[in-house]
């Protein structure tokens, strides 16, 4: 009885091993790639209308799992792992920390699988180390000068926001994820691009609130009862903190109606909650970084790379000396909201 149970025992481990090969060899004959990708968090705003975009433009043309890494760069390495022992043919990274990618990039390039990074650039030399990686993704330093003219153009055009007539911006500036690179470019250039057009800037605070409304939210709570009408300005290197930031002085009065309690806040991304604060007038302006055109450059490669393709093949994208599909960026304002709308539908 045991042998026959034992026999049984293989016959099915041989039957089920011939059913997933199978299946293997279907996949391929269907002529759809198989594909792994990570999100860092579902939980960041912008990123999800790029994930759900990336859902919508994959069905149908490919087999992929999909993962939240849920801001934690161990949970996504095991992540990466699952897909490369499912045999991808391709893998589109957004990762958990910058500094991972190489460690990224050796697992893939162990297997010959290519990757696209896309949203956090890794650093040049780990781009450089494979030659089956590529980046989708924006100049962090465009977001901070466009950042920075739009302040421009409002603090020159609205004389009585310089509340104490000192001539001075009296800023607070909101921090994205400390080392990012787009912590550190839009944070040197919104300065810089207000400097070398001869304002002169008073830093009030600066704080890291990592990409969160939450965090802003608390900082600003703090900042509003410490400096209440001596705030100018408030900086942020994302929308979801401005919103934060917007909720923290809406609670005392401030960006309400047409009351005189005004504090003019700047964002990045374009996210649908910050235009409706742009259309109300509660905020100043954001600088849109799409995520249908970045979702879409990240499919296009994706696919191609995962048939064998060229990466740029049948595209009208261009790659940088880094390897790099840029999307540009957009001044928001009430202006051309509609813009930003379209970006998100």
Not at 212 to 238: H, R, V
Not at 255 to 262: E, H, L, Q, R, S
Request: proline fraction near 3%; glycine fraction near 6%.
């Amino acid at each position: 009885m045991t042998k026959k149970i034992i026999s049984l025992f293989f016959t099915f481990i041989i039957l089920l091993v011939s059913f997933i090969s199978c299946s293997e060899e279907n996949s391929k004959k269907d002529g759809q790639p198989r594909l792994g990708i990570t999100i860092y968090s579902y939980n960041d705003n912008f990123l999800s209308f790029m994930r759900r975009n990336i859902e919508s433009m994959l069905t149908g043309k490919a087999s992929f799992i999909m993962n939240d890494s849920e801001n934690d760069q161990a949970k996504q390495y095991d992540q990466i792992d699952a897909a490369i022992q499912r045999k991808v043919d391709a893998l589109a990274i957004n990762l958990v920390d910058p500094m991972s990618a190489n460690m990224v990039i050796d697992k893939a390039k162990a297997s010959g699988i290519p990757v696209i990074f896309f949203n956090i650039e890794p650093r040049l030399e780990h781009i450089m180390s494979y030659d089956k990686v590529w980046y989708v993704g924006t100049k962090s330093r465009e977001s901070g000068d466009i950042q920075g003219e739009m302040v421009l153009n409002a603090w020159n055009s609205n004389p009585q926001w310089d509340k104490n007539g000192d001539g001075k911006i009296q800023y607070l500036l909101l921090r994205g994820l400390a080392g990012h690179p787009d912590t550190e470019g839009r944070t040197e250039r919104i300065k810089a691009i207000l400097t070398e057009n001869g304002i002169a800037l008073e830093q009030l605070d600066e704080q890291t609130a990592n990409w969160d409304i939450l965090q802003a939210q608390n900082i600003a709570n703090t900042w509003i009862k410490k400096y209440g009408d001596s705030i100018e300005f408030i900086f942020s290197n994302n929308d979801s903190m401005a919103l934060g930031a917007l909720k923290s002085i809406q609670a005392q009065g401030y960006n309400i109606g047409d009351n005189n309690k005004f504090i003019p806040i700047v964002g990045v991304d374009a996210i649908p909650e910050v235009i409706e604060e742009i259309r109300k007038g509660s905020i100043l302006g954001t600088v849109l970084q799409s995520p249908k055109d970045q979702a879409k450059a990240v499919v296009d490669m994706v696919l191609n790379v995962a048939s064998g393709k060229d990466v740029l093949d049948g595209t009208d994208y261009k790659l940088d000396d880094v390897k790099a599909v840029r999307v540009p960026y957009k001044a928001i304002t009430k202006d051309n909201i509609e813009d930003a709308l379209e970006a998100y539908n």
